[in-house]
């Protein structure tokens, strides 16, 4: 049998290349083996890295191997493969087709690659198309048979050399492939290599020798600003509530800019696929591009958290757990933050900066150094530590600090124009919001006391028009 692999080259295979598993997009044909260098070009045309490719097509002339391959995980194994099937001469390649038509050895590539080294495990004669052929075979020309075939001829309609060929192959555990007979040889079948990859020998691996072009720091912010507009502008628009919490689409992409160049980019993957983009969409390409080219490393990607307290209305302080970063805090504070400094010590109060036009719940007041109320927080808000110009974890001491100085719980009331607080030394399980509700309106409704019968009294008093504080007197009648 010729030695003849076709798909247009002298090779023993080529497979058509893509990014991940994505097959509309344009990838290459790459044909095995191939070099380390080939690889390493093919993979910068197409912006990925050695471990994020597809098998699109394959194109091989071996029959029974085209899936096998195509379906294959490892550049390696296949470029092994490859190399043991150019090692072989004309005749063994016609083995070695031979076996597989049999469908033997031929499930996974590690066991193509073992056939090529035991072709001696089978014998294979050429010419036999049926069992008919395989009995006049092994009675006219087997030297374990040696009949006269003229004295056979005269008996020609008498034997039945069907059924002796299909006993011969049943006892030989033969079997019939395109033109030729195949079974075994009484070779031992020898397993050179294990199906691990990394056992390959070093001069049959590619990929493990490819070494990608590291960015430099400006090639990588560059492609991080440009990836980080693509991202803002998707969000803001499929995305409302994204929309809302980061008014200022400038201070977002540069915030995202920022977690790209750091390869903080498992945040970015949650948020693309909770909107529905799969591996087949543009943004989550360009993202898997943008991680090939910074050689991204998912161990190091964890999200870092802090430890705040946390305050919410009508509820004692708590400690809390947050993503470090803006999205941390806007969750923590369901919208645009604010940061203040009230106190003396290195803590921030964050709270959400459009709270009182949100319509949030008043929570808790400020005051000045003379006890008096110069504003109150609407909404949750947060304590956190300052370090290095960032927000940090807040320290024990400052947390009992600052959970001491929260505890008491205040509630406030429209009373006309005027807003009413109350002070709820220590929270209660079984005030729900009917008995919030019964708690405000038991103070509202209290009976008053002197003080304040005589503050009402001087209020009223002070606000009737001038004319109407005097007695009516008539004059005297002349």
Not at 284 to 309: C, F, G, H, N, W
Not at 323 to 328: A, E, I, N, R
Request: with cysteine; proline share 5%.
């Amino acid at each position: 049998m010729a030695k003849y692999f076709g798909v247009g080259d002298d090779v023993p295979f080529q497979a058509y290349i893509t990014p991940l598993d994505n097959r509309e997009t344009t990838g290459e044909w790459v044909s095995f083996p191939t070099t380390p260098e080939n690889l390493r070009d093919v993979f910068a045309r197409m912006e990925i890295g050695p471990s994020d490719w597809s098998i699109a097509n394959v194109e091989a002339h071996i029959y029974g191997i085209r899936d096998v391959i195509w379906h294959c995980d490892s550049l390696d194994e296949l470029n092994y493969l490859a190399a043991k099937l150019e090692e072989l001469d004309e005749d063994s390649i016609g083995v070695y087709q031979s076996v597989i038509e049999i469908d033997e050895h031929c499930d996974t590539v590690a066991e193509l690659i073992n056939l090529t080294g035991n072709l001696d495990c089978y014998n294979v004669q050429a010419e036999i198309a049926d069992y008919d052929d395989l009995g006049r075979h092994v009675l006219f020309d087997r030297d374990s048979h040696s009949y006269d075939r003229n004295t056979l001829d005269t008996l020609d309609d008498y034997i039945d050399y069907e059924g002796f060929g299909r006993a011969i192959a049943d006892g030989e555990d033969g079997k019939l492939a395109e033109g030729c007979y195949v079974c075994p040889s009484g070779c031992s079948f020898v397993d050179s290599y294990d199906g691990d990859p990394t056992t390959i020998p070093e001069e049959y691996r590619v990929t493990q020798m490819i070494v990608v072009p590291e960015l430099t720091d400006d090639e990588r912010l560059d492609r991080a600003i440009e990836l980080a507009m693509s991202l803002d502008r998707f969000f803001r628009e499929f995305d409302k509530d994204y929309a809302a919490r980061y008014p200022e689409a400038q201070i977002k992409q540069e915030l995202i800019c920022d977690d790209l160049f750091a390869g903080k980019i498992a945040a970015i993957d949650a948020m693309l696929d909770d909107l529905g983009q799969g591996e087949h969409d543009v943004l989550p390409q360009e993202l898997a591009k943008y991680k090939a080219a910074i050689r991204y490393d998912p161990s190091q990607d964890i999200q870092e958290k802090m430890t705040v307290l946390m305050v919410e209305p009508r509820k004692p302080p708590y400690t809390a757990e947050i993503p470090v970063g803006l999205d941390g805090l806007t969750a923590a504070v369901d919208g645009p933050i604010a940061a203040t400094y009230p106190f003396a010590d290195q803590v921030a109060l964050i709270c959400n900066d459009e709270g009182r036009n949100m319509g949030l719940e008043l929570n808790r007041a400020l005051y000045d150094g003379r006890g008096q109320v110069y504003d109150v927080v609407a909404g949750n808000f947060v304590i956190a530590g300052l370090g290095d110009g960032r927000f940090t974890s807040l320290p024990d001491d400052m947390i009992e600090k600052y959970a001491q100085r929260f505890q008491t719980i205040e509630v406030y009331a429209q009373v006309g124009n005027r807003t009413i607080m109350f002070q709820v030394p220590q929270y209660a399980p079984e005030l729900g919001a009917q008995n919030w509700d019964k708690l405000i309106q038991d103070k509202l409704h209290r009976k008053p006391s002197i003080r304040d019968k005589l503050a009402s009294a001087k209020n009223e008093c002070a606000e009737k028009p001038s004319q109407e504080r005097n007695h009516n007197r008539s004059e005297p009648q002349l």
